[in-house]
């Protein structure tokens, strides 16, 4: 499950109450493993340098953290953990959950904490937007990184076919034809379609969102138009043409190793894997990955911003908040000690206008992206503002399993549509 605790607990929430998780316990049986010191718990993304950082913040601010990695599909293992009682003062989450685990309870908003105003001011207005209450609520947390989706291409695959145009999808579609019949490429299209967070169902929105599809209106209603049934049936055609590799609904970590092997043209993956795709210490294809405009008719994607949040009801508000401002923004030595590192070594985006201007950061991407045309990208991005709708991630993981079906089988456009837009309906209404 994504997102999701499944049914039984959607129903046992709904008996609660409205949503019922106001009603569910915040401390329980976890509680005293924090007693005395902060508790901070985050997903399976480097985690021994996650530990050094905050050893670097106990050094700093003279305090205890006890940190703890969350292995597995972490929204819905969190979930089960709050749901169960455990405790936490912050924790990892993407922009998605923000107003779902502030309507159960589970984190704070922070707007009314020290300096809360003149951090979020320092932002990109989409990622304060990305990391506040629908809308225009109050701020929620702070910025862990903040990415979009990128289209991103093999230039030596491509000169040997002529250097074509990719402004459209029928123009990515045409060039991997010509890849494969030429023997360039057996599989030339490659893209996050695994059925998990975030890999499947990020990667639909980015594509939905570069044709100019509206996806979902102000309502929450699924919208039936031309581009949202474009983009299924020209990913449905790169699997059924075998265009794309066989086991592409599978591979582990994204799509990521089996791009860096040089086997594929085409990429639709989060901007900071590019990076690796660039590095000749772990990828075949170093020097020859750049990036470019999504294709089709806005060239838009989708761009979110991962979050730092507080726990409802955290050990101490001002260790907390420090503990926040620390991993989110700049330690109380004016340093952007966390946010600076990963920028410079994986490549992740800052929602900080000043981090992602600062002369070593520009340096850095530079050897790894064209950085004009990822800065062009991010201008027409656009933010998933429909995941903060609490009943979306259910509507999220019965998505990406009809798209797998659909694209594998090769089934009814008409039929997908239609259970999607069901879906979308049947869970509002049970969310009322």
């Not at 089960?80 to 998605?96: I, P, S, W």
Request: hydrophobic fraction near 40%.
């Amino acid at each position: 499950m994504s997102y999701s605790l499944g049914n039984s607990l959607r129903r046992r929430q709904v008996l609660l109450g409205g949503l019922g998780f106001a009603a569910m316990p915040i401390l329980g049986k976890f509680a005293a493993a924090s007693e005395g010191s902060l508790r901070f718990i985050g997903w399976d993304f480097e985690p021994s340098i996650v530990q050094r950082n905050v050893n670097t913040f106990m050094k700093l601010y003279n305090d205890n953290v006890s940190y703890e990695l969350v292995s597995g599909d972490y929204p819905s293992m969190v979930e089960t953990r709050l749901t169960g009682g455990q405790h936490v003062d912050m924790l990892y989450a993407e922009d998605n959950c923000i107003a779902r685990w502030h309507t159960a309870g589970w984190i704070r908003d922070i707007d009314a904490l020290a300096g809360a105003a003149e951090i979020k001011q320092q932002m990109y207005p989409v990622s304060a937007e990305s990391l506040s209450l629908p809308g225009g609520g109050p701020l929620c947390g702070l910025p862990y990184y903040a990415g979009h989706n990128a289209f991103l291409f093999n230039e030596e695959h491509l000169k040997k076919i002529g250097s074509p145009s990719l402004d459209a999808w029928d123009d990515v579609l045409e060039a991997c034809r010509k890849l494969k019949k030429d023997g360039i490429s057996d599989a030339p299209f490659h893209a996050m379609w695994q059925q998990s967070w975030p890999n499947m169902s990020w990667y639909m929105f980015a594509a939905w969102y570069s044709e100019g599809a509206t996806v979902f209106d102000g309502d929450g209603n699924l919208v039936d138009e031309p581009a949202l049934r474009r983009i299924l049936e020209i990913n449905q055609t790169f699997y059924q043409e075998k265009l794309v590799t066989p086991d592409i609904m599978t591979l582990p970590g994204e799509g990521v190793t089996s791009y860096a092997s040089g086997r594929h043209t085409f990429m639709v993956v989060h901007d900071y894997n590019q990076k690796i795709f660039n590095d000749p210490a772990v990828s075949k294809i170093a020097g020859k990955v750049r990036n470019a405009m999504m294709p089709g008719a806005s060239h838009s994607t989708m761009a979110w911003t991962a979050a730092y949040l507080m726990g409802s009801q955290p050990v101490d508000e001002e260790r907390a908040w420090n503990l926040l401002q620390f991993f989110g923004g700049k330690a109380q030595d004016g340093q952007y000690h966390v946010i600076k590192r990963w920028a410079l070594d994986f490549g992740l985006g800052s929602a900080y206008k000043e981090v992602m201007e600062d002369p070593e950061v520009v340096s850095s991407f530079s050897r790894w992206r064209d950085i004009a045309v990822s800065a062009k990208q991010l201008e027409l991005s656009r933010s998933r503002q429909i995941g903060k709708a609490i009943w979306f991630s259910e509507w999220d993981t019965y998505m990406m399993q009809q798209v797998q079906e659909y694209i594998r089988t090769g089934s009814s456009t008409d039929q997908l549509v239609e259970n999607l837009i069901a879906k979308a309906s049947d869970l509002k209404k049970q969310y009322q």
